[in-house]
């Protein structure tokens, strides 16, 4: 009997495992009209099963050169961002935006760091109080099943669970496109591609 429970709990853990590792890739490219590059572009699942464990690892976004470093930061709701500066000059991170709760962060000095915890899905601007022409952009989305294309317009979104999902674009300018639906198979590689423009 007890090795008769052993042998299932080991069946359970093989199935649970393979539900675990079997997983799909969506990728494809983003043709971007009417932008410098076909670059930052957050394509993402729009709605997926949870829960949805928070990483315990935290995002970054760096002040570096009088920039924001990276311009546009996807991540899943719940996510701690950690606003570095690593400038040798004061900055004011703050945004006016709801997802972010019109924060405002204050200054602190080089090679410091302030954490922001997104608790709300949607796009929140990132601005300095100091430099008005700092500008970023932090994505907060319902799942982890998003990706960010390179300035070829390239994206891959690695370990999407077997389904039918909706797949969606965000991009700070350019907001006409066509949503697309796609059916991820376990192990298989889905291709979509998109055309974005003003
Ligand atoms: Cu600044």
Same mark, same amino acid.
């Given at each position: 009997?007890?090795?008769?429970?052993?042998?299932?709990?080991?069946?359970?853990?093989?199935?649970?495992?393979?539900?675990?590792?079997?997983?799909?890739?969506?990728?494809?490219?983003? &043709?971007?009209?009417?932008?410098? $590059? !076909?670059? /930052? %572009?957050?394509?993402? *699942?729009?709605?997926?099963?949870?829960?949805?464990?928070?990483?315990?690892?935290?995002?970054?976004?760096?002040?570096?050169?009088?920039?924001?470093?990276?311009?546009?930061?996807?991540?899943?709701?719940? &996510?701690?961002?950690?606003?570095? $500066? !690593?400038? /040798? %000059?004061?900055?004011? *991170?703050?945004?006016?935006?709801?997802?972010?709760?019109?924060?405002n962060l204050g200054t602190?000095?080089?090679?410091?760091?302030?954490?922001?915890?997104?608790?709300?899905?949607?796009?929140?601007?990132?601005?300095?109080?100091?430099?008005?022409?700092?500008?970023?952009?932090?994505?907060?989305?319902?799942?982890?099943?998003?990706?960010?294309?390179?300035?070829?317009?390239?994206?891959?979104?690695?370990?999407?669970?077997?389904g039918t999902y909706t797949?969606?674009?965000?991009?700070?300018?350019?907001?006409?496109?066509?949503?697309?639906?796609?059916?991820?198979?376990?192990?298989?590689?889905?291709?979509?591609?998109?055309?974005?423009?003003?």
């Amino acid at each position: 009997m007890q090795r008769k429970n052993a042998i299932a709990a080991g069946v359970a853990l093989i199935i649970g495992w393979s539900s675990l590792v079997q997983a799909g890739e969506v990728s494809g490219m983003v &043709t971007a009209r009417g932008a410098r $590059n !076909s670059a /930052n %572009v957050v394509v993402f *699942v729009e709605q997926a099963e949870g829960p949805f464990p928070v990483p315990s690892e935290h995002a970054r976004m760096d002040q570096k050169g009088l920039k924001f470093n990276p311009h546009v930061l996807p991540v899943l709701v719940g &996510t701690t961002v950690d606003y570095l $500066n !690593s400038d /040798n %000059v004061m900055h004011n *991170v703050f945004t006016s935006s709801e997802a972010a709760e019109k924060f405002n962060l204050g200054t602190w000095p080089q090679g410091e760091f302030r954490p922001f915890t997104f608790k709300k899905q949607g796009t929140a601007v990132m601005l300095c109080n100091v430099h008005p022409e700092m500008e970023a952009w932090v994505v907060v989305l319902q799942n982890p099943y998003f990706a960010l294309t390179d300035e070829s317009g390239a994206y891959t979104i690695k370990n999407v669970p077997a389904g039918t999902y909706t797949l969606k674009l965000w991009h700070e300018k350019l907001k006409k496109y066509e949503p697309q639906t796609v059916e991820v198979q376990n192990t298989g590689k889905a291709v979509v591609d998109f055309t974005l423009t003003k």
